[in-house]
């Protein structure tokens, strides 16, 4: 197999952020993913998303399981700490290294396989424990590293490339990451950097668990005009609940009384702001329920709702619940890493 590495050198023009880097200290290796594939729109978002925002690739942690969209964090941030792991686990070893250094920026990246089939239990438990990071699915209703048959989130009657209908409902991860408890939850299309990009950003500076779906869809084996993970399929049926989407970084608060039809700001957990313009309809992102209603309301239109779906700014993420120290636990002493028999034996007697 060919394979063409990126040069080393770069205009000495390019753009730089804050920290002095450019957009090629955000990327990673060459994709292998077939051409035109979603899932490299994705990564090209993260990589746009991590420099606008100037994180430094040290404070990064990139982590994944099994499947083509898994396969996408070698493309991107190839400076940051990585964990490739088996398939559905990847919210468990994000657990563990999050429980073990929360200073770390965690992005987790997983597909619609990986969530919403063998991973769909580790999937549930990450979202209700609050875990602070970022999930995102990289959705085209298909296994594409096993020649395209069905999975859970492909919608009940689309067709497959040879025109077999799936006779299952699909798992609206959506809805499942509202009901769970994820106290930020939204859907984009990878064909739309301009909703996608501003989407991380938030996702990112949001404390708590911070759910993405992006619809991308599989340029081999699901991108037929009949399937409803295609281009021109979400590109015709893309309803947005704002018709507008940007994130300011953080600044001083701001309190507005807006009306249907006019913009608000919505603050986010860290002090950072999401700016949304409102519906006509008056749709409330900060509305559990009202939020499910809108995704099955476009749905039985054959329409799909993205954007902000739902955000809830006082959520508290898994160490505010568990009281953890605040330090990393590889700067912790041996004297407090291992207190001795006696502190064991009180923890034990709690249990008795």
Request: include cysteine; proline fraction near 3%; charged fraction near 20%.
């Amino acid at each position: 197999m060919s394979y063409i590495a990126k040069p080393s050198a770069h205009h000495p023009a390019l753009k730089k952020n804050d920290l002095g880097l450019t957009h090629r200290d955000y990327e990673g290796s060459m994709s292998t993913l077939c051409a035109g594939c979603g899932h490299d729109s994705i990564t090209a978002a993260i990589i746009e998303a991590c420099f606008q925002m100037d994180l430094p690739a040290h404070r990064i942690a990139k982590v994944s399981g099994i499947g083509c969209s898994s396969k996408a964090p070698t493309y991107f941030l190839g400076r940051s700490h990585g964990f490739n792991s088996v398939h559905g686990r990847m919210p468990s070893v994000t657990t563990g290294a999050a429980m073990a250094n929360r200073d770390l920026v965690y992005i987790g990246v997983s597909g619609d396989g990986d969530t919403a089939s063998i991973g769909l239990g580790q999937f549930c438990h990450a979202v209700r424990r609050k875990l602070n990071m970022t999930y995102i699915v990289m959705n085209n209703g298909c296994y594409g590293l096993t020649k395209g048959q069905f999975s859970a989130t492909n919608d009940k009657s689309s067709p497959s490339k040879k025109g077999e209908a799936n006779p299952f409902e699909a798992i609206d991860l959506c809805q499942l990451a509202i009901q769970l408890g994820a106290g930020f939850v939204a859907r984009s299309f990878s064909g739309d950097k301009n909703q996608l990009i501003p989407l991380i950003k938030a996702a990112i500076a949001y404390k708590g668990f911070a759910f993405l779906d992006v619809i991308s869809p599989c340029v081999t084996f699901n991108n037929h005009d009949s399937s409803t993970k295609s281009y021109t399929y979400v590109r015709e049926h893309n309803e947005a609940v704002e018709n507008s989407l940007d994130f300011v970084e953080a600044q001083e608060e701001i309190t507005v009384d807006y009306a249907a039809g006019t913009s608000t700001t919505i603050a986010m957990h860290d002090g950072s702001k999401l700016f949304l313009h409102k519906l006509a309809d008056g749709y409330d992102a900060t509305d559990a329920d009202a939020a499910i209603a809108t995704i099955r309301k476009q749905a039985r239109q054959g329409e799909i709702a993205t954007g902000l779906l739902y955000v809830n700014a006082e959520q508290h993420d898994l160490h505010d619940v568990l009281a953890s120290d605040i330090r990393p636990l590889n700067t912790l002493p041996m004297s407090e890493l291992c207190p001795g028999s006696k502190a064991l034996e009180a923890i034990n007697a709690r249990f008795r």
